[in-house]
Protein backbone atom coordinates (compact mmCIF):
# COMPACT_ATOMS: atom_id res chain seq x y z
CA UNK A 1 0.00 0.00 0.00
CA UNK A 2 0.90 3.91 -0.84
CA UNK A 3 1.33 6.02 1.92
CA UNK A 4 0.01 9.44 0.83
CA UNK A 5 2.04 12.41 2.39
CA UNK A 6 0.80 16.03 2.82
CA UNK A 7 3.19 18.93 1.64
CA UNK A 8 2.32 22.12 3.08
CA UNK A 9 2.73 25.51 0.72
CA UNK A 10 5.34 26.59 2.59
CA UNK A 11 7.27 23.81 1.78
CA UNK A 12 7.14 24.40 -2.35
CA UNK A 13 8.34 27.31 -1.91
CA UNK A 14 11.87 28.13 -3.71
CA UNK A 15 14.21 30.69 -2.00
CA UNK A 16 13.99 33.65 -4.38
CA UNK A 17 16.29 36.84 -4.96
CA UNK A 18 14.83 39.78 -3.48
CA UNK A 19 13.98 42.03 -5.50
CA UNK A 20 16.08 44.57 -3.42
CA UNK A 21 19.78 42.23 -3.96
CA UNK A 22 18.98 42.15 -7.87
CA UNK A 23 18.55 45.98 -7.65
CA UNK A 24 21.81 46.73 -6.28
CA UNK A 25 23.60 43.84 -7.82
CA UNK A 26 22.67 45.50 -11.30
CA UNK A 27 23.42 48.76 -10.25
CA UNK A 28 26.78 47.55 -8.73
CA UNK A 29 26.96 45.41 -12.85
CA UNK A 30 26.00 48.81 -14.57
CA UNK A 31 28.71 51.40 -12.62
CA UNK A 32 31.23 48.59 -13.15
CA UNK A 33 30.59 48.38 -17.02
CA UNK A 34 30.26 52.65 -17.16
CA UNK A 35 34.32 52.07 -15.78
CA UNK A 36 35.29 50.38 -18.36
CA UNK A 37 33.65 52.25 -20.67
CA UNK A 38 35.54 55.05 -19.76
CA UNK A 39 38.65 53.18 -20.20
CA UNK A 40 38.27 52.45 -23.54
CA UNK A 41 39.52 54.83 -26.25
CA UNK A 42 42.19 55.57 -28.79
CA UNK A 43 44.43 56.89 -25.84
CA UNK A 44 45.48 54.70 -23.33
CA UNK A 45 44.15 55.66 -20.12
CA UNK A 46 44.70 54.27 -16.81
CA UNK A 47 42.08 53.65 -14.33
CA UNK A 48 44.07 55.49 -11.54
CA UNK A 49 44.24 58.54 -14.06
CA UNK A 50 40.47 58.05 -14.83
CA UNK A 51 39.69 57.99 -10.72
CA UNK A 52 41.93 61.06 -10.35
CA UNK A 53 40.24 62.98 -13.15
CA UNK A 54 37.01 63.32 -10.92
CA UNK A 55 38.69 63.49 -7.73
CA UNK A 56 41.36 66.13 -8.45
CA UNK A 57 40.71 67.51 -11.97
CA UNK A 58 44.24 69.40 -13.24
CA UNK A 59 43.08 70.25 -17.08
CA UNK A 60 45.53 67.63 -18.82
CA UNK A 61 44.81 65.97 -21.85
CA UNK A 62 43.78 62.79 -20.34
CA UNK A 63 41.77 64.37 -17.87
CA UNK A 64 39.76 66.63 -20.18
CA UNK A 65 39.21 63.41 -22.58
CA UNK A 66 38.18 61.95 -19.57
CA UNK A 67 35.89 64.59 -18.74
CA UNK A 68 34.54 65.98 -22.24
CA UNK A 69 34.30 62.62 -24.23
CA UNK A 70 34.34 59.22 -22.57
CA UNK A 71 32.33 60.19 -19.38
CA UNK A 72 29.54 61.51 -21.94
CA UNK A 73 29.59 59.17 -24.04
CA UNK A 74 29.30 56.34 -21.67
CA UNK A 75 26.24 58.40 -20.05
CA UNK A 76 24.31 58.97 -23.32
CA UNK A 77 24.71 54.80 -23.84
CA UNK A 78 23.19 54.40 -20.37
CA UNK A 79 20.26 56.84 -21.24
CA UNK A 80 19.58 55.21 -24.63
CA UNK A 81 19.88 51.61 -23.05
CA UNK A 82 17.33 52.63 -20.71
CA UNK A 83 15.52 53.94 -22.63
CA UNK A 84 13.34 51.31 -23.67
CA UNK A 85 12.39 50.49 -20.44
CA UNK A 86 11.54 53.56 -18.99
CA UNK A 87 9.27 54.58 -21.86
CA UNK A 88 7.78 51.19 -23.29
Known sequence: ???ATTVSPRELK???MSA???LVLGLCMLLICLVY???LGAAEIPLGKILTSF???DGSY???VIQTVRLPR???AI????APIRFG
Request: a positive charge; aromatic letters at 12%; zero cysteines.
Open 20 to 22: LFG
Open 14 to 16: KPQ
Open 62 to 64: DHL
Open 79 to 82: FVGS
Open 37 to 39: SVT
Open 74 to 76: SLI
Open 55 to 57: IAF
Open 1 to 3: MIK
